[in-house]
């Protein structure tokens, strides 16, 4: 696609409840990344994907948290029994990697999404 | 560990005048720094990044920031702001060389008023 898509946009949901949020990559990025907006906390790093492999999933909370990244495309995080702790707002990046490899400088910039907003009642 | 403060959670301009907005980081390694934009309800916008090469760094939208290893900041600036520069930016380091990949450090960001 033209950009990084995520969905859903906006999700509301019970304390308790399991979450899946899906992350549509630009085609042929092969690097992908996840990360948390919140209020109070700011933008924090949650994992990196590099093809179907994590390398960096450092930034994960817990182990209520985890993803998934399938044919070196789309990733799925899933939080399970969500916590109101866990509202925030989802961001997906995705970024080619040529020459050099992992150096940022040869990986060229990260595109995001618009997120996606996740409110645990 | 790697840190960026970003002094001013907003910062408020008259359209014309000049924006500055402070970001120091703190790593233990050489960094790459970059200055991300991001509008209401969308996602974030690489504005420019630095990433050793020249230490004034010119970006889009008139945007440009240097890197000032002495005083460890890379504060973004524009001559002249204009009514569509109002957005939240945001200040974020990461390692140079090999392992930086995009796993970035942000700052808590700074709201950018322009009033007419």
């Known amino acids: 696609g033209a950009g990084v898509s995520q969905s859903p946009s906006n999700k509301v949901t019970e304390k308790g409840k399991d979450v899946e949020l899906r992350c549509d990559p630009i085609?042929?990025?092969?690097?992908l990344y996840w990360y948390r907006q919140s209020l109070g906390q700011g933008l924090e790093f949650l994992i990196y994907?590099?093809?179907?492999?994590?390398?960096?999933k450092s930034g994960l909370p817990s182990d209520r948290f985890s993803a998934e990244r399938t044919g070196g495309s789309v990733s799925t995080l899933t939080i399970q029994r969500t916590q109101q702790e866990d509202s925030a707002v989802y961001l997906c990046?995705?970024?080619?990697?040529?020459?050099?490899?992992?150096?940022?400088?040869?990986?060229?910039?990260?595109?995001f999404g618009e997120g996606s907003r996740l409110t645990v009642l | 560990a790697q840190s960026v403060t970003q002094l001013g959670s907003h910062v408020s301009v008259s359209e014309g005048a000049l924006v500055l907005l402070r970001c120091n980081y703190s790593?233990?390694?050489?960094?790459?720094l970059f200055w991300y934009v991001q509008y209401p309800n969308q996602g974030l916008q690489l504005l420019l990044k630095?990433?050793?090469?020249?230490?004034l760094v010119k970006g889009i939208n008139g945007f440009e920031a240097e890197f000032k290893k002495s005083e460890t900041s890379f504060h973004l600036t524009k001559p002249s702001a204009h009514m569509s520069d109002a957005a939240e930016y945001f200040c974020?380091?990461?390692?140079?060389?090999?392992?930086?990949?995009?796993?970035?450090?942000f700052g808590q960001g700074t709201i950018l008023t322009v009033h007419p």
């Open positions: 974020a380091v990461a390692n140079a060389g090999g392992t930086s990949y995009g796993k970035l450090t």
């Open positions: 790593s233990s390694v050489p960094p790459y």
């Open positions: 630095y990433t050793s090469a020249a230490t």
């Open positions: 990046a995705s970024s080619l990697v040529y020459g050099g490899g992992y150096d940022l400088a040869n990986t060229g910039e990260l595109f």
């Open positions: 085609s042929g990025h092969t690097a």
């Open positions: 994907f590099q093809g179907n492999s994590a390398p960096d």
